[in-house]
T-cell receptor, first 114, second 114 residues
Framework: AQKVTQAQTEISVVEKEDVTLDCVYE???????LFWYKQPPSGELVFLIR??????QNEISGRYSWNFQKSTSSFNFTITASQVVDSAVYFC???????????FGAGTRLTVKP | NAGVTQTPKFQVLKTGQSMTLQCAQD?????MSWYRQDPGMGLRLIHY???????DQGEVPNGYNVSRSTTEDFPLRLLSAAPSQTSVYFC?????????????FGPGTRLTVT
């Protein structure tokens, strides 16, 4: 079965610092999908990105960037020049092919201090 | 569009009581799912449905029942609540079968079983 590990339970940074959230996954499938979701203090879950296993290009969206490396089974998320509003719990998730069982990591709680 | 709606937002049950968590979406999504979120464990899939009349078990189905009579609605039933079911429950929907599409989450239901 697929598995997602987010080893960083909590991270605290000062505003304007860069921060990288790690995500390591395990799967036997060659076709799979990786996701990042954000859960701010208000509790809702917000979709950030989806990446399929055949697309290893890194992606940048404003201050957010994602580094997908199949060689290390990692899909790391970097926030550049962090802001207080980035404070949230961030989840990495994995699904295999047409498998409907999406597995989430335990999440990383990011606190950005002013 | 209202997106994914869940009711109630909060619920307290006594051990052995039954209740139904409601979930509805107005995006005509085929795929709907229920997750529970517990501290330090991320989100775990309880049950899912790939269309009206079709449901299946996820990672942690015990103690929960679901049905899908319409595309819009996907209620989750607790037949005999237990303290171990104290959690935050999220309903989600996505465009099609399989996990290649991002899921849209409801605001969650916080359930306490005493």
């Amino acid at each position: 079965a697929q598995k997602v590990t987010q080893a960083q339970t909590e991270i605290s940074v000062v505003e304007k610092e860069d921060v990288t959230l790690d995500c390591v996954y395990e799967t036997r499938d060659t076709t799979y999908y990786l996701f990042w979701y954000k859960q701010p203090p208000s509790g809702e879950l917000v979709f950030l990105i989806r990446r399929n296993s055949f697309d290893e290009q890194n992606e940048i969206s404003g201050r957010y960037s994602w580094n997908f490396q199949k060689s290390t089974s990692s899909f790391n998320f970097t926030i550049t020049a962090s802001q207080v509003v980035d404070s949230a719990v961030y989840f990495c998730a994995l699904s295999e092919g047409n498998n409907n069982d999406m597995r989430f990591g335990a999440g990383t709680r990011l606190t950005v201090k002013p | 569009n209202a997106g994914v709606t869940q009711t109630p937002k909060f619920q307290v049950l006594k051990t052995g009581q039954s209740m139904t968590l409601q979930c509805a979406q107005d995006m005509n999504h085929e795929y709907m799912s229920w997750y529970r979120q517990d501290p330090g464990m991320g989100l775990r899939l309880i049950h899912y449905s790939v269309g009206a009349g079709i449901t299946d078990q996820g990672e942690v189905p015990n103690g929960y029942n679901v049905s899908r009579s319409t595309t819009e609605d996907f209620p989750l039933r607790l037949l005999s609540a237990a303290p171990s079911q104290t959690s935050v429950y999220f309903c989600a929907s996505s465009y099609a079968q399989g996990q290649s599409y991002e899921q849209y989450f409801g605001p969650g239901t916080r359930l306490t079983v005493t």
